[in-house]
């Protein structure tokens, strides 16, 4: 059993930058993938970034990539999404998750942190 909570959400100008944090608890994080998803007001629940066990892969989707980076601190039991250049269409609430597929870790999730962009 993995519990995640996530942190570091807030106000940001268009532009601006934030770093999203998840800290776990209980099992370790080393097994498992680790996951940032988003739900926009009105929309499903999608997937941002994945990172593999060890941190050496990581995956965007396109709307991201070159803006967004996640990474992990095993040692730490730490995972984070740094988010720069932010747009108003990247508000939403970010949900970290942990799972066994790096494609899509859904195993266990955060309770969400909300992330609004706007001036």
């Known amino acids: 059993q993995v519990q995640l909570v996530e942190s570091g959400g807030g106000l940001v100008q268009p532009g601006g930058s934030l770093r999203l944090s998840c800290a776990a608890s209980?099992?370790?994080?080393?097994?498992?993938?680790m996951g940032w998803y988003r739900q926009q007001p009105g929309k499903q629940r999608d997937l941002v970034a994945t990172?593999?066990?060890?941190?050496?892969?990581?995956k965007y989707q396109d709307p991201v990539k070159g803006r967004f980076t996640i990474s992990r601190d095993n040692v730490r039991k730490m995972v984070y999404l740094q988010m720069n250049n932010l747009k108003p269409e990247d508000t939403a609430v970010y949900y970290c998750a942990a799972g066994l597929s790096f494609n899509s870790p859904a195993d266990y999730w955060g309770q969400g942190a909300q992330v609004t962009v706007s001036s």
């Open positions: 990172i593999s066990l060890s941190g050496v892969n990581t």
């Open positions: 209980g099992s370790s994080i080393r097994t498992y993938a």
